[in-house]
């Protein structure tokens, strides 16, 4: 089932001012996709799918899930939580500390009336699919995190919903199961083949998840991609900068060689960099993203400076270098290199042209 | 701009309480002002200010407000004191027998404070107290030494009576902050006493403030201590002021009690609305957070003992030599030194007398319908108070909130006299759901705060599942929101519960014969020198609160058992 979101607009008053949590987004979700709303805290993704939920009232716009309308302010329509058909992950988890395994993820169909025998079944069933058969009546206090997550995902799918909300569910995990539980969860929701919007602001979680992602920032959505559309080609600085770390070169293109590649000029030298279509003279950024540097390999072009600082963070080396007197650039650097480079070495980083992009903005 | 039906559902909901909060608090307190300037009860009008001409040109007014301005300040500065120094012991000391600390919280709720004045009146009157006869033994004065009957006296039962309140206040605030800050004032050079003195107590000052402003707030309304100690004595505070003018004589002048009332009151509610703006300043000291520190316990030393037996100096001052001369005098035809001779007296006449009296039983039929069926009502109406002021969240609940909270301000003796003036004209007046009514109003910040707190507990998130869930709004309540509060609907009735058992201050003004109830009937047997019907009675009343306490606790566990939650 598609989901479909036409210009909300959602306002909070506080007692001094008014802020738009939500300016006018608009978007569409295809049947059986996974949409992840990413942006940093407080851009207005969790209002933006506390909306669709029919957990909070947006103040104008219309939010349509297939074909039935849910909210429209304009055509007076007002779905309630429990009629939307949906099923949702909190952030919390949101387990019911009185009740049993059991018990939370029977809730959505015990309130429906459905038979007991069913219910049985069904509960079962759903408990084998997040590998928690056998903790039926296991009190829900009594539960890891972990567990806690899993009882959270079926009871969110026990009910059959079409479509699916997560509101960083993967936060209150601890970095390690976090990793693991990010395969487990892009397997489980392409098996499942539902439709499912997921909240984060954890750009590496939003990559590993998602077939599209939508930036958000200051209730607006900023960039629309695949994941790997929006790492490789993102042309908004803000979004470049948040999807992943990146040096942003301020030069200026003098020319184009015969390969097509764009030669900006920056105080250290001429870069090639890939960049269509701008006249002479134009002051560009060039971003270069840290993991594209390396200290071997032919052809690409050749920065050299002076190593500021060198750490070891145990996947690779980060080491900024000093290229000018104005320009320091962040490389990681993998740890096959036999020793890390010291601050006050003279260092020569490589890049290849292609991972050197100018921005249109 | 067109309404939701969820949103508007959601407002009349809220108007209604509003309107049903106005109607329990602001309207015995509007009927209270109106009375003022009027002739005679019952009926408002016409305007005079004969009234307050009457009191405040009373000569011996002024000597009434000073009474109560030394008893209000003294017993709070007393109490704060202490509570002070029992909370730091407490929490951040190696005093031995720190499970003997946890039962403070629990006396006021046991104790009426009617009885604590009897008891101490039995141990340190001046002709045959327990305690000034012993010393006459002992060191051969001819009369005295110790007189209760005096201001001195009632601040120093007062003072007692209030350690409790000042020590939750504090005790929480001295667990809440980091023991880094203290830390870092030893690394700094300054010692245990410096620290505790420049570093700890600035630290916790905003506690320390509202607590006296707590204490304050309950001195002013002090009614059973007054009553009991300082009549006799003749010293009076504007609390037994009042009551003379509606218990003595042969017309009870309604309209100038409440021009004294409306005086008391409106000091009340200045001293309600500074300790607002102090606590929420206190808030904003980002030190004291909600963070579970542990706390930094220090080593007493050589000190340890000796302050230990202070403390339990203390907790027999406060219960046990109360407790034990009620039990000890309930056996007695008059007070008596133990001995053979009180060995040869005992007697069973006070229990058998009070047992027949027939007016003692009503009062005791009316004080336990009271108790149920108020606590009850109470919860009820609190459960849904609460719930709006903690989860809704607008401006609407913001003023209910401030409604709820007004209540904290009235003195019972003086709102009671709003509820007098309020229900004259209907059929309530004169019977038990007068008393039942104003109860409920007067106390009903007493049932809201818990729940709050206990619905302010729950994630939002456990309620919006509840929805997404597919439960309507009022079935995830039922199913969800209802059940996770419930150990908070237990602490709240068994607050309200107890609390309506010893109600003193309200019920003096309203209960008539039919609607006695047992706090007044003790106050009489006082009034008539009676202490072994007083402490009989008062045993029976000690009795009832704990079976309601004990009773509530174990049905509490038992569900939150049930309910995994403990």
Known sequence: ?361 | MVQSPARLGREIFIWGLILLVSLLTVGPAVMLLLGSFSQRLGRIGPFTIAKYLAVYTDPSFPRVLLNTLIFVLSSSTLATVLGTALAYLNVRTDIPLKGLFQVLPLIPMMFPHVLFAAAWIMLLNPTNGLINVWLRTFTGVKEGPLNIYSLGGMIFLEGLLDVPVTFMVVAPAMYSFDPALEEAGRVGGASQGQVLWRVTLPLVRPALLSAFMLAVIRGLAAFAVPQMVGIPGRVQILTTYIYRLISIGWSPDYGRAAAVGVLVLATALVLVYLYRYLTAEGERFVTVTGKGYRPRVSRLGWARYPLFFGVLLFFLVLIVFPLAVLVYMSFLPYVVAPGSKALSLFTLDNWRYVLSDPIAGRALRNTVFLALVGATLGVLVSLFVAYAVTKVRSRLTSVLDSLTFVSYAFPGLVIGIGFMWFLVRTPLYGTIWALLLAFVGTYLPYGVRPLGSAFFQIHRDLEDSGRVCGASFLGTFRRIVVPLVIPGVFSAWILLAAMFVRELSVAAVLARPGSEVLSVQVLKYAYDGLWGRVSALGMIMIGLSTLLVVGASVLRRQLSRGLYLD
């Open chain 1, 1 to 361: 089932m598609e989901v479909e979101v036409t210009r909300v607009t959602k306002v909070f008053r506080t007692k001094t001012e008014r802020v738009r949590a939500l300016d006018e987004v608009s978007f569409l979700c295809p049947s059986g996709k996974v949409l992840t709303l990413l942006g940093p805290s407080g851009c207005g993704k969790t209002t933006l799918l506390r909306c669709i939920a029919g957990l909070e009232e947006p103040d104008s716009g219309e939010i349509r899930l297939g074909e039935r309308l849910v909210w429209s302010k304009e055509k007076g329509v007002s779905v309630p939580p429990e009629r939307r058909g949906i099923g949702m992950v909190f952030q919390s988890y949101a387990i019911w500390p009185h009740m049993t395994v059991f018990e939370n993820v029977a809730f959505p169909l015990r309130v429906k009336r459905v038979p007991r025998q069913e219910i049985a079944k069904r509960v079962r069933a759903v408990l084998e699919m997040v590998q928690l058969s056998g903790f039926e009546n296991r009190p829900a206090t009594r539960l890891s995190g972990g567990q806690q997550q899993r009882v959270a995902l079926a009871r969110a799918l026990v009910s059959e919903p079409k479509v699916l909300l997560f509101d960083e569910p993967l936060s209150n995990l601890d970095a390690k199961l976090r990793e693991a539980t990010r395969h487990e969860l892009r397997a489980f929701l392409s098996h499942l083949k539902i439709t499912a919007i997921y909240v984060t602001h954890d750009r590496a979680e939003a990559l590993a998840i998602s077939d599209e992602i939508a930036v958000m920032n200051q209730g607006k959505i900023v960039a629309r991609g695949t994941p790997k559309e929006l790492y490789f080609f993102a042309e908004d600085p803000f979004v470049v900068d948040f999807i992943g770390r990146a040096n942003f070169l301020k030069g200026t293109l003098v020319g184009y060689n015969q390969e097509g590649f764009a030669q900006v000029r920056f105080p250290f030298g001429v870069l090639r960099c890939v960049g269509q279509g701008f006249p002479l003279g134009t002051e560009v950024t060039v971003i270069i993203r840290p993991e594209s540097f390396s200290l071997s390999g032919e052809g690409g072009n050749v920065l050299s400076g002076r190593v500021i600082s060198a750490i070891f963070t145990g996947e690779d080396y980060e080491v900024r270098v000093s290229l000018d007197e104005n320009t320091v650039v962040l490389a990681k650097l993998e740890a096959t290199v036999p020793a890390i480079p010291q601050p006050g070495e003279e260092i020569e980083l490589r890049v290849m042209p292609q991972w050197c992009r100018v921005l249109r903005a």
